[in-house]
């Protein structure tokens, strides 16, 4: 037999990787990002319920229109952003596959699609798969901010989609005003589409605002905006997100949808659907959920030897362990599971071209006892 891979390189993935280490050696998992803990108990038995109310079969292609017409709602209400439900919203088995639509939607052989550096680890193959280039631009130290006299610099004739992620993955950044003014003139001359992936949109701590790109029309309308119901209700097992675009890139998402999984689980859908009618709040109280736990993580690794990095949305926490010992990450990540019993993930994975640095990634979406006996683990290691 003879045939080629097409993504010879990619192994499996480090969060694969580090979950299964953490799981042999008995560590506590700070390393893939889900909660250890369940979502709401209310959700949970509006799916059984609507398994046993015969809601088994195939959904619509885009999704069953009650839970699309609550999203519809909620972007209008968040983010000042009227969509019409039957138009512009898809159902999508996780965000995974609505980033891998929206690409395949869009790129053709040759086209280039800016990515930052680090991203998120689907990014680039969904982008080469398609034939296309990622042109990778590296977010800025120690804040991790676009540079974005780079992303003028690198704009060509071939440049199809500007990828953005914000809260951002792994850093935890999250977007300013600033850089939405600077977006905006950037591509204001050119012929560019938008992924905006924002699974982290309830994640965004010390009083900021999530800056949507639904907010702004004029962005909006070259967007797809990408969010996750697994992040949101702690099910990130079930597999479930949505994609809200104008409605001619909706179609051209469609048309690649049907193809891949052709639609998303139907009693989940049907439950989101109640959840969302029935707990308005639910993701209105998020940020001040998760900023606590971060506030206590942080705190609970005061005495250690690690340096933590600003945190500003997402569950992650970065940590710089030079004080430890000047390991390169991997190795580091591997000696920390299997001789101090905690599992974090090196952050050079979400790179193409990672700097000389010291960095692990910890995801603090946990149980507060799982936090604490992280910390306990952590707080004795030495430093140099
Ligand atoms: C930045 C980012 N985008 C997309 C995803 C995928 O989301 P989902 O689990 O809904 O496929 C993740 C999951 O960790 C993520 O961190």
Same mark, same amino acid.
């Given at each position: 037999?003879? $045939? ?74 968040? $983010? ?27 790129? %053709? ?33 120690? %804040? ?23 809260p951002?993955?792994?850093?935890g ?27 982290y949109e309830h994640l965004v701590f010390?009083?900021?605002?999530h ?20 992040k949101t ?53 998020l940020a001040?959920f998760y900023q ?21 949305g997402t569950f ?34 979400? $790179? ?13 979406a ?19």
């Amino acid at each position: 037999m003879t $045939y080629t891979n097409k993504l010879p390189e990619a192994g499996t993935t480090i969060f694969t990787v580090m979950s299964k280490m953490a799981q042999d050696f008995g560590a506590v998992n700070l390393s893939q990002g889900y909660p250890d803990f369940d979502g709401p108990r209310e959700l949970h038995d509006a799916v059984a319920r609507h398994l046993g109310q015969g809601h088994n079969q195939y959904a619509p292609l885009a999704g069953v229109p009650e839970l699309k017409e609550q999203i519809a709602a909620k972007v209008g209400a968040l $983010y000042g952003c009227m969509v019409d439900s039957e138009r512009q919203v898809v159902v999508t088995p996780g965000a995974t596959e609505a980033i891998y639509c929206a690409l395949t939607a869009i790129i %053709h052989l040759g086209d280039e699609v800016i990515v930052f550096d680090p991203a998120y680890d689907t990014y680039e193959p969904g982008i080469r798969l398609n034939g296309g280039v990622a042109r990778r631009i590296p977010l800025q130290s120690p %804040h991790f901010r676009i540079d974005w006299q780079r992303v003028r610099d690198t704009i060509t004739d071939r440049t199809r989609m500007i990828m953005l992620n914000s809260p951002h993955n792994p850093t935890g950044a999250v977007l300013a005003p600033e850089d939405i003014e600077a977006l905006r003139e950037v591509i204001d001359r050119h012929d560019i589409l938008l992924l905006s992936d924002e699974v982290y949109e309830h994640l965004v701590f010390d009083g900021r605002e999530h800056l949507s790109l639904l907010r702004y029309p004029d962005l909006a309308q070259r967007s797809f905006c990408i969010f996750s119901f697994g992040k949101t209700y702690h099910v990130t097992g079930w597999r479930i997100g949505y994609c809200v675009a104008p409605a001619e890139l909706t179609d051209a998402f469609l048309n690649i949808h049907q193809f891949i999984n052709f639609s998303t689980t139907t009693p989940l859908q049907y439950a989101l659907a109640d959840y969302l009618r029935d707990h308005p709040r639910h993701h209105l109280d998020l940020a001040a959920f998760y900023q606590r736990k971060r506030d206590l993580f942080r705190d609970l690794l005061k005495p250690s030897p690690f340096h933590l990095l600003p945190s500003r949305g997402t569950f992650f926490q970065l940590a710089d362990y030079s004080r430890v010992n000047d390991a390169p990450d991997r190795e580091f990540a591997a000696w920390l599971t299997q001789e101090h019993g905690v599992a974090a993930i090196p952050i050079s994975v979400f $790179y193409e071209n990672a700097p000389d640095q010291r960095v692990i990634r910890f995801c603090f979406a946990k149980k507060d006892t799982t936090l604490r006996q992280a910390a306990e683990r952590l707080a004795v290691i030495a430093s140099l």
